[in-house]
């Protein structure tokens, strides 16, 4: 079993950043995917950023590209996803998520997650 804890979410105002953080206990998530979704009101959950087991490759959604930035230390089983100049619709609850071990690609797909932290809200106001 993993537990996820997202942490670093808040209010705050265009173009600015936020730092958010997943920390995982239980099972070890070295070996694991590693993927951030969020989820606006009334949308589907949708895939923000995502890394490998080493954290060298990360991969991003369209969303996310040049202004995320997902990092990971497998020392300490934490997950951090940088998010600067944030906009309105950056609104929603942001989730960590761990794909099954050994996994050899980076899933896009909530549903190849296996396990997932209760979310962080993060508000961006105008």
Same mark, same amino acid.
């Given at each position: 079993?993993?537990?996820?804890?997202?942490?670093?979410? *808040?209010?705050?105002?265009?173009? *600015?950043?936020?730092?958010?953080?997943?920390?995982?206990? *239980?099972?070890?998530? &070295?070996?694991?995917?590693? *993927?951030?979704?969020?989820? $606006?009101?009334? =949308?589907?959950?949708e895939f923000v950023a995502g890394i490998d087991w080493?954290?060298?490759?990360?991969?991003?959604?369209?969303?996310?590209k040049g202004r995320f930035t997902i990092s990971r230390? &497998?020392? =300490?089983?934490?997950?951090?996803?940088?998010? &600067?100049?944030? =906009?309105?619709?950056?609104?929603?609850?942001?989730?960590?998520?761990? $794909?099954?071990?050994?996994?050899?690609?980076i899933p896009k797909d909530p549903n190849d997650y &296996?396990?997932?932290?209760?979310?962080?809200?993060?508000?961006?106001?105008?």
């Open positions: 079993q993993v537990q996820l804890v997202e942490s670093g979410g *808040g209010l705050v105002q265009v173009g *600015g950043s936020l730092r958010l953080a997943c920390a995982a206990s *239980g099972q070890s998530i &070295n070996q694991r995917q590693i *993927g951030w979704f969020r989820q $606006a009101s009334g =949308k589907e959950r080493g954290g060298h490759l990360p991969l991003y959604g369209d969303s996310a230390d &497998n020392a =300490k089983n934490t997950v951090t996803l940088q998010m &600067n100049s944030l =906009k309105v619709e950056d609104t929603a609850r942001y989730y960590c998520a761990a $794909a099954p071990a050994l996994e050899t690609a &296996n396990y997932w932290g209760h979310g962080t809200q993060v508000t961006v106001s105008a």
